[in-house]
């Protein structure tokens, strides 16, 4: 694998990091943005990665990381591209400010769009570079194929970037890039942290006040008896490397029983078991 190039958005901790360390050690050259420099420095430190920064909201920066990259490569195409930074807002719909949702689509959407026009031409749109064409891989997640009480705008987002990433795959048929959506479901990662530490005091005097400590509870439960994120890196290897990837890759524990079942199940026995979830007041 030696030559081969990858760029990782939000590289500094789980899942990217997880896929910055696997692509480092098999010889790749591993550019991997970060927001803060010192996760810059740690990252080049511990896996030899090649920082790049910019936040997935800030179109200048991301073009400067795509020029740095590019002269990096010379003529040569980039092998692959992993749109992996996200966030998670959540609350109920009902009282989520507008703006929180505008900022969960800024970086869950707009930002993989933002990301994947800088480094396309890199990738093999600009027919001048020399290589095989590159791939890309989406981090999406299960989210994105169902929606959860008080998860509406990162399940919006997660709908979103599917949706985008279809679309994508078959306009970029024309260059030859391969477009893998990755969906994983619990894995254990610091995002669970920074949910326990997201302030829901503003709903406590809701209808939801009761329902949204427990369903945040069982969700961090949940979350982090979840699968490792070598499990996802195992997918977006396979996806950067087969010679026939997949168009999508569920990386789910328990698979069964939290994706397969709840979709087969009429929709209205899912709802009375979230309904049960959130208490005798958000049942009428």
Request: aromatic fraction near 8%; glycine fraction near 10%.
């Amino acid at each position: 694998m030696d030559g081969r190039t990858i760029v990782i958005t939000g590289a500094s901790t789980g899942i990217g990091y997880s896929i910055a360390e696997r692509f480092a050690k098999a010889g790749w050259q591993v550019f991997g943005s970060v927001r803060k420099a010192a996760d810059g420095d740690r990252l080049q430190r511990e896996l030899g990665v090649t920082p790049l920064h910019f936040d997935v909201t800030d179109g200048p920066a991301i073009a400067a990381a795509a020029a740095e990259v590019a002269a990096a490569l010379g003529n040569r195409t980039l092998d692959g591209l992993i749109n992996n930074a996200g966030l998670v807002v959540s609350g109920p719909m009902l009282y989520l400010k507008p703006e929180e949702m505008l900022y969960q689509q800024e970086v869950n959407v707009l930002g993989p769009m933002r990301v994947t026009q800088a480094f396309a031409p890199l990738l093999g749109v600009d027919r001048t570079r020399q290589g095989r064409p590159g791939r890309i891989s989406q981090i999406s997640s299960v989210a994105g194929s169902n929606g959860f009480p008080f998860m509406g705008a990162y399940c919006a987002s997660k709908h979103a970037l599917n949706g985008m990433s279809e679309s994508l795959r078959r306009e970029l048929l024309m260059f030859g890039i391969e477009v893998s959506i990755v969906a994983p479901g619990a894995i254990v990662t610091p995002i669970w942290d920074k949910g326990e530490q997201q302030d829901m005091e503003q709903y406590r005097n809701t209808p939801y006040g009761a329902g949204l400590p427990r369903f945040r509870e069982e969700m961090l439960k949940m979350g982090r008896r979840g699968l490792p994120a070598s499990r996802v890196t195992d997918a977006v290897w396979h996806a950067m490397t087969a010679s026939k990837p997949k168009l999508r890759y569920e990386v789910i524990p328990n698979k069964f029983r939290e994706y397969t079942l709840p979709r087969l199940l009429p929709k209205r026995m899912v709802d009375r078991f979230f309904g049960k979830m959130l208490g005798p007041a958000a049942q009428g």
